[in-house]
């Protein structure tokens, strides 16, 4: 029996046999530039669960936007309209409209950030600015870190 737990011991220590999988992986084309880089979809539709896209390229070693194709590609996420617009008002004269996909910032007055900013460091004495952008957001408020 101690034998059997002896070898039982040395068995769990061992590595693995087996390579394990891939997550990232570069796939040349065989044609000219660089080769196509592959994210296993299963992994991908997770890790943007849990994750920014931006951290989430930082850990797979691969950019931000990659990581959009690729979830674009699965159809993980949705594809965003247009930023820049041409738009013809009544008079025939054209006008370039822009649109912004990131969330606005709180129109907050300067004594309710106070308020709300003096609250947060009771409880938080030792935050920094960025701490307390980010207790902002928790409660719903996107303030700049100016405005703090």
């Given at each position: 029996?101690?034998?059997?737990?002896?070898?039982?011991?040395?068995?769990?220590?061992?590595?693995?046999?087996?390579?394990?999988?891939?997550?990232?992986?570069?796939?040349?084309?065989?044609?000219?530039?660089?080769?196509?880089?592959?994210?296993?979809?299963?992994?991908?539709t997770?890790?943007l669960?849990?994750?920014?896209?931006s951290?989430?390229?930082?850990?797979?070693?691969?950019?931000?936007?990659?990581?959009?194709?690729?979830?674009l590609?699965?159809?993980?996420?949705?594809?965003?309209?247009?930023?820049?617009?041409?738009?013809v008002?009544?008079?025939?004269?054209?006008?370039?409209?822009?649109?912004?996909?990131?969330?606005?910032?709180?129109?907050?007055?300067?004594?309710?950030?106070?308020?709300?900013?003096?609250?947060?460091?009771?409880?938080f004495?030792?935050?920094?600015c960025?701490?307390?952008?980010?207790q902002?957001?928790?409660?719903?408020?996107?303030?700049?870190?100016?405005?703090?």
């Amino acid at each position: 029996m101690v034998e059997a737990i002896d070898h039982a011991e040395h068995q769990s220590v061992d590595p693995p046999q087996t390579l394990g999988f891939t997550v990232v992986e570069s796939i040349p084309s065989g044609a000219q530039g660089r080769p196509r880089i592959h994210i296993d979809a299963a992994i991908l539709t997770q890790a943007l669960d849990l994750c920014p896209l931006s951290v989430l390229a930082r850990r797979l070693g691969v950019s931000a936007r990659t990581i959009r194709r690729r979830a674009l590609e699965y159809r993980l996420v949705e594809p965003c309209g247009p930023v820049k617009n041409i738009e013809v008002d009544d008079n025939g004269v054209q006008h370039y409209v822009y649109r912004s996909y990131t969330p606005r910032m709180s129109q907050m007055t300067d004594e309710q950030i106070d308020t709300l900013l003096q609250e947060i460091l009771i409880d938080f004495p030792n935050l920094g600015c960025q701490m307390i952008i980010a207790q902002f957001r928790v409660y719903g408020m996107r303030i700049s870190c100016q405005r703090i």
